[in-house]
């Protein structure tokens, strides 16, 4: 039996009582008994507390689970977009059918982008099996005309197709694996000043996006101007009928 002492008599009556009590022995005090503040028992604080805890604790759950979907929503994209396929296509660069099957296609501006920058583009490109193509136009549809004019332009560069692929928008891993090697080179200041100048001159610089595409036209800028003795006129040439951006009109395949 809990018992509680009166504030005013010093009695020792049962603590449910002791309202009670103050009203029939001290009326007079009665009033400021009743103003008194409660006590609040240690179980109620205990259950406060607890639900209090309770609910900060689902909320922080319910946070990390939102964050782990979220990440998990994003990545997924990334890792089930099309990937560089084996088949080359149906007919010869140039022509129409050839034309129609790579316009299906869609060379990702995002692949390789987990990572990130320049050494993770060259490990994901020297990652590609020997095989396989990088196919379609990366960022705008592809528009006939100018694909058969990028074709009939580049067979002037049937010399050096290990480096400058013959069709811009079906590249074989192997030449983007050699033109991604050219970023290695060390060049003197004076071919620095030329490449620089090149980047200026193309009409996308290296491309019109820092993707993939950027690095294996700076790698192959690079081995021109080295290895071949090409000007910033020369390259820039090149650059512009390697471009794999797309010439149509549209909404940005940029994804």
Not at 54 to 81: D, E, H, W, Y
Not at 105 to 123: F, H, I, K, P
Not at 148 to 177: F, G, H, M, R, W
Not at 206 to 227: A, M, T
Request: with cysteine; charged share 15%; aromatic share 8%.
């Amino acid at each position: 039996m809990e018992t509680e002492k009166c504030s005013y008599c010093g009695a020792s009556v049962k603590k449910e009582n002791l309202g009670g009590h103050v009203e029939r022995v001290h009326p007079k005090r009665s009033r400021s008994f009743e103003a008194r503040p409660k006590t609040v028992s240690k179980s109620i604080k205990t259950g406060s507390s607890f639900r209090t805890h309770r609910k900060r604790n689902i909320a922080i759950l319910s946070l990390v689970l939102l964050t782990v979907i979220g990440i998990a929503v994003l990545a997924f994209p990334a890792q089930n977009m099309n990937m560089p396929g084996t088949n080359p296509g149906p007919a010869s660069p140039g022509s129409i059918e050839q034309f129609s099957y790579l316009n299906q296609q869609v060379s990702r501006c995002l692949w390789g982008a987990n990572m990130g920058d320049e050494m993770g583009y060259t490990n994901w490109i020297n990652g590609l099996a020997d095989d396989t193509y990088l196919q379609g136009a990366c960022c705008n549809p592809m528009v006939a005309t100018d694909y058969q004019n990028q074709i009939s332009e580049l067979s002037n560069y049937t010399s050096l197709s290990s480096l400058i692929a013959k069709d811009p928008y079906n590249i074989p891993s192997q030449v983007a694996k050699a033109d991604i090697a050219g970023g290695k080179l060390i060049l003197t200041s004076d071919q620095q000043s030329v490449l620089a100048n090149a980047a200026t001159l193309s009409k996308e610089n290296w491309c019109c996006c820092q993707c993939w595409s950027w690095y294996q036209h700076e790698g192959l800028g690079k081995i021109l101007i080295v290895n071949y003795g090409y000007s910033a006129q020369q390259v820039a040439r090149v650059i512009d009928l390697e471009a794999c951006c797309g010439t149509g009109t549209g909404p940005m395949r940029m994804n």
